[in-house]
T-cell receptor, first 113, second 112 residues
Framework: DVKVTQSSRYLVKRTGEKVFLECVQD?????MFWYRQDPGLGLRLIYF???????EKGDIPEGYSVSREKKERFSLILESASTNQTSMYLCASSTTGGRKTQYFGPGTRLLVL | GQQLNQSPQSMFIQEGEDVSMNCTSS?????WLWYKQDPGEGPVLLIALYKAGELTSNGRLTAQFGITRKDSFLNISASIPSDVGIYFC????????????FGKGTTLSVSS
């Protein structure tokens, strides 16, 4: 059974704090993704990684960075959290084969005060 | 970036009714995926489609990959209260890399 886990379901942080969101997948997938989801805006891709230490910017990378030191783990970093980064963050993973079905984690709801 | 046109945006139906929603685009896709998201949870994959014309069922759910490769629909038969949630389509463009394009979702409400 496919499994993507995220380190926290809910987080409350203060403006200016450094925030780490962790994602782990146990499917040996090459690709991993970070999205944010906001009402009326749908899912927007922040960053993705297609291999260890490799990353590509998505549609809204500003204010975020990522780290992929191991194949199964992909971290999203908010260097200095701001209130407009309050959102639902979703991690996903997929293979690099022809069928690139993405599997999602349960999400982290982040509130920045 | 590109987006899929998903409709309707929301639906309010009675338990037992059938439901239909669709996604369209002006671009050609080689994969269509349908997800369901419960409140506060991550999207869960319902059905994956990989070939034009493909029709796939998962219980009371049926989805089809349009012949033109520019659209897909999802039908839910005999809806029940636990069908409530947001349904998303997602597609991978032909000749694209890894990322998917998502529709904005259809919110389904079911009254018993």
């Amino acid at each position: 059974d496919v499994k993507v886990t995220q380190s926290s379901r809910y987080l409350v942080k203060r403006t200016g704090e450094k925030v780490f969101l962790e994602c782990v997948q146990d499917m040996d997938h090459e690709n991993m993704f970070w999205y944010r989801q906001d009402p009326g805006l749908g899912l927007r891709l922040i960053y993705f990684s297609y291999d260890v230490k490799m990353k590509e910017k998505g549609d809204i990378p500003e204010g975020y960075s990522v780290s992929r030191e191991k194949k199964e783990r992909f971290s999203l970093i908010l260097e200095s959290a701001s209130t407009n980064q309050t959102s639902m963050y979703l991690c996903a993973s997929s293979t690099t084969g022809g069928r690139k079905t993405q599997y999602f984690g349960p999400g982290t709801r982040l509130l920045v005060l | 970036g590109q987006q899929l046109n998903q409709s309707p945006q929301s639906m309010f139906i009675q338990e037992g009714e059938d439901v239909s929603m669709n996604c369209t685009s002006s671009s050609i896709f080689n994969t269509w995926l349908w997800y369901k998201q419960d409140p506060g949870e991550g999207p869960v994959l319902l059905i994956a489609l990989y070939k034009a014309g493909e029709l796939t069922s998962n219980g009371r759910l049926t989805a089809q990959f349009g012949i033109t490769r520019k659209d897909s629909f999802l039908n839910i038969s005999a809806s029940i209260p636990s069908d409530v949630g947001i349904y998303f389509c997602a597609g991978q463009l032909r000749f694209s890399g890894t990322a998917l394009i998502f529709g904005k979702g259809t919110t389904l409400s079911v009254s018993s």
